[in-house]
């Protein structure tokens, strides 16, 4: 059923030995590791598997990191030997629970019966991805050309450290958060996994999956009754926007097609954001456990894993530098001096981590209200009227009727975003007295330099991607969402309007999510979203039948999703030399132009030296073609067919 292409290999696992041999290699790269960080603190066992398992798999990016630009990789196995062995010798000294502790544990159908179910939502965004039909290879699910270049770029760090662009081979990354590929690849790399469903379909459950382990962890380390416990998963899970609901209210009709931002069922859509908020929930964990057992070494490694945060996604790792910068100015008040040396080493670090790759992103710029009122332009609004209002307004300097204006979208914004989560809002006292207040200064410190940051900035490379800030908002403000509501039913309300209270979230979630999960499903039917088995054909020839450092220039004028999302580069597992355009190299802001001129003259000059010029300054090996297709020049001159099918056409460069 699934595709089993690894990359450099095939595997000769079915699908689901392939998942327990995966299972298997996490034990033995993540929580071995992890495990023997925390060997001196005295952990549930639950606590102990999920906080061994997040710290375990930050570890791994690290040592793929340091060994990658040391050009030494083949030190992973070392490192996996060493720690297996240190276990082997000190799992006898690890701290055991007490009875007291384990006692805290205490799951239930309810609460691990949402986390099943939010998983389920989550997956149907990206586990068909790869899956093989007799029409193809679905490319389905989400935003095709995204996933093509998650496995693009993990493939490419398999084979090389630092990685180029997966489209435009000899170029170094740049202005991309690859951390979460990083730790795909070594697993990869090391294990020979297979490429699309350790990603796709083995990854993806362990980190939804994670999200909510993590948000448990860390209510039972806060000793939160499961009554939070199963709010805060309900809000993680299947609480989004209520852009449907504003519509309603604008309109008189429903538009379940129309989002906001971003809701729980795309949350693995942004494979390095999920990582990342996993990262973040298991960082927060060691927070708290800083606080009550006050070992210094526990708050060094939260903060490590704050700084490492940069790697896996910079806005992510903005929110955490926010609230380390809050700590270290409570830490300076208090006078808790060793604290601060931890922060400053976290910061240097993610800006090692950050530098290398993204020295060219440029910076933000303040853009006024520009994102609400944009939003406010949604057609399905029909508020065509009031938006050209305020451009009047505007023109003559009115005032009192723009901050009106502005005022208004702005709320039809927050609103539609955040949805049932702005209950958040409403804390008392003795809720936030439930939280240690370094995890209330940190948490909410991020929480509203985020949301600044998210609603009144753009960058100068990207534009409007610091939407991104918002979704943090929107998942991390789960927690106080869940605060503000158990605290609410726990002594103000009677058991039958909890009942009640708990239907209308519940059915106010429920019609867009479904809409979301339907619309996935839908996408295994999309055509357009096959790779057809003759392509394939021919990319398992390029694969089989071509050295491994060949260069692989695709013919732009085929029009093949490639030019859109590069796939050629893992499916063939060779490197390309212009594929990707317009949702990779423009989204990275590489200067392609020159590239384009040199694939651009290859395939359209008839002068023959002019495009063997090109074809010398491109350095590349094969030309895949479709068979319509063919050069300007005549067949046989500067290349020889080598490989045809009734699609697809494979063309060696002569350079003799």
């Known amino acids: 059923m699934y595709d089993k292409y690894m990359g450099s290999e095939i595997t000769s696992l079915p699908f689901w030995l392939n998942f327990l041999y995966f299972i298997i290699t996490v034990f033995l790269t993540f929580y071995i590791p992890g495990s023997l960080i925390l060997r001196n603190i005295q952990l549930a066992k639950l606590h102990r598997i999920v906080l061994s398992v997040i710290i375990g798999m930050v570890m791994w990016g690290i040592q793929g990191y340091f060994f990658g630009y040391a050009g030494m990789r083949f030190l992973s196995y070392i490192y996996l030997l060493t720690f297996f062995f240190l276990w082997l010798f000190k799992r006898k000294h690890i701290i055991k629970p007490t009875k007291q502790s384990s006692q805290k544990i205490s799951p239930d159908f309810i609460t691990f019966g949402i986390i099943l179910i939010g998983v389920l939502i989550q997956l149907s965004g990206v586990w068909f991805m790869g899956v093989r039909t007799p029409a193809g290879l679905i490319m389905c699910c989400g935003h095709p050309p995204d996933n093509n270049l998650n496995l693009s770029l993990t493939n490419e760090i398999i084979h090389r450290f630092p990685p180029n662009e997966p489209g435009m081979f000899g170029h170094p990354i740049q202005n991309y958060h690859y951390w979460s590929h990083f730790v795909f690849a070594e697993l990869i790399r090391v294990f020979h996994l297979p490429l699309i469903a350790t990603v796709y379909q083995y990854m993806t459950i362990l980190v939804s999956a994670g999200l909510g382990l993590t948000a448990i962890v860390l209510s039972e380390l806060l000793s939160m009754k499961k009554r939070f416990i199963r709010w805060f998963l309900f809000f993680l899970y299947f609480s989004g926007e209520l852009t449907y609901i504003t519509i309603f209210f604008v309109t008189g009709k429903f538009h379940l097609s129309v989002g906001s931002v971003e809701n729980s069922a795309q949350f693995l859509m942004n494979y390095p954001r999920a990582m990342a908020i996993v990262t973040l929930f298991a960082a927060c964990s060691l927070l708290v456990l800083w606080k009550q057992k006050r070992q210094l070494s526990l708050f060094i490694l939260f903060c490590f894993?704050?700084?490492?945060?940069?790697?896996?996604?910079?806005?992510?790792?903005?929110?955490?530098?926010?609230?380390?910068?809050?700590?270290?100015?409570?830490?300076?008040?208090?006078?808790?001096?060793?604290?601060?040396?931890?922060?400053?080493?976290?910061?240097?670090?993610?800006?090692?981590?950050?530098?290398?790759?993204?020295?060219?992103?440029?910076?933000?710029?303040?853009?006024?209200?520009?994102?609400?009122?944009?939003?406010?332009?949604?057609?399905?609004?029909?508020?065509?009227?009031a938006i050209m209002a305020l451009e009047v307004y505007k023109q003559h300097d009115n005032l009192l009727r723009i901050i009106e204006y502005h005022t208004l979208f702005f709320l039809l914004f927050i609103i539609s975003t955040f949805g049932l989560k702005l209950v958040g809002i409403l804390q008392y006292r003795r809720s936030l007295s439930k939280v240690p207040p370094e995890l209330n200064l940190f948490l909410g410190t991020g929480l509203i330099t985020n949301f600044l940051l998210g609603m009144f900035t753009m960058q100068h490379n990207g534009g409007a991607n610091t939407f991104n800030f918002l979704v943090n908002v929107q998942i991390i403000g789960s927690f106080y969402a869940a605060l503000a509501v158990s605290e609410l039913l726990e002594k103000n309300v009677h058991k039958r309007a909890e009942y009640l209270i708990t239907c209308f979230f519940v059915l106010l979630s429920i019609p867009r999510l479904v809409y979301m999960v339907q619309q996935n499903v839908q996408q295994l039917g999309i055509s357009t979203s096959v790779i057809s088995n003759k392509e394939i054909a021919a990319l398992d020839y390029i694969r089989l039948n071509t050295p491994e450092n060949s260069v692989i220039l695709v013919d732009p004028r085929a029009q093949l999703t490639d030019y859109d999302g590069v796939y050629v580069a893992y499916l063939?597992?060779?490197?390309?030399?212009?594929?990707?355009?317009?949702?990779?190299?423009?989204?990275?802001?590489?200067?392609?132009?020159?590239?384009?001129?040199?694939?651009?003259?290859?395939?359209?000059?008839?002068?023959?030296?002019?495009?063997?010029?090109?074809?010398?300054?491109?350095?590349?090996?094969?030309?895949?073609?479709?068979?319509?297709?063919?050069?300007?020049?005549?067949d046989g001159i500067l290349t020889h067919e080598i490989y045809r099918n009734s699609d697809f056409k494979l063309l060696q460069v002569n350079y003799h």
């Not at 609230?323 to 300076?332: E, I, M, N, T, V």
């Not at 008040?333 to 670090?349: D, E, T």
């Not at 030399?577 to 317009?582: A, N, R």
């Not at 290859?602 to 479709?626: A, M, W």
């Open 572 to 634: 063939a597992d060779r490197p390309t030399y212009f594929s990707g355009v317009l949702n990779e190299l423009k989204s990275h802001g590489i200067q392609y132009y020159g590239r384009e001129r040199i694939v651009n003259a290859i395939f359209s000059d008839t002068n023959i030296q002019k495009v063997r010029e090109n074809l010398t300054k491109s350095k590349v090996n094969y030309l895949l073609l479709t068979t319509p297709m063919n050069l300007s020049i005549p």
């Open 305 to 385: 894993m704050c700084g490492t945060l940069i790697g896996f996604k910079i806005y992510v790792g903005i929110f955490a530098f926010c609230g380390l910068g809050a700590l270290f100015a409570l830490c300076f008040f208090k006078r808790h001096y060793a604290c601060l040396i931890p922060i400053i080493i976290a910061v240097l670090w993610g800006i090692i981590i950050y530098i290398p790759v993204n020295s060219q992103a440029g910076g933000l710029f303040f853009s006024g209200f520009w994102r609400s009122d944009d939003f406010a332009q949604i057609p399905q609004y029909h508020l065509g009227s």
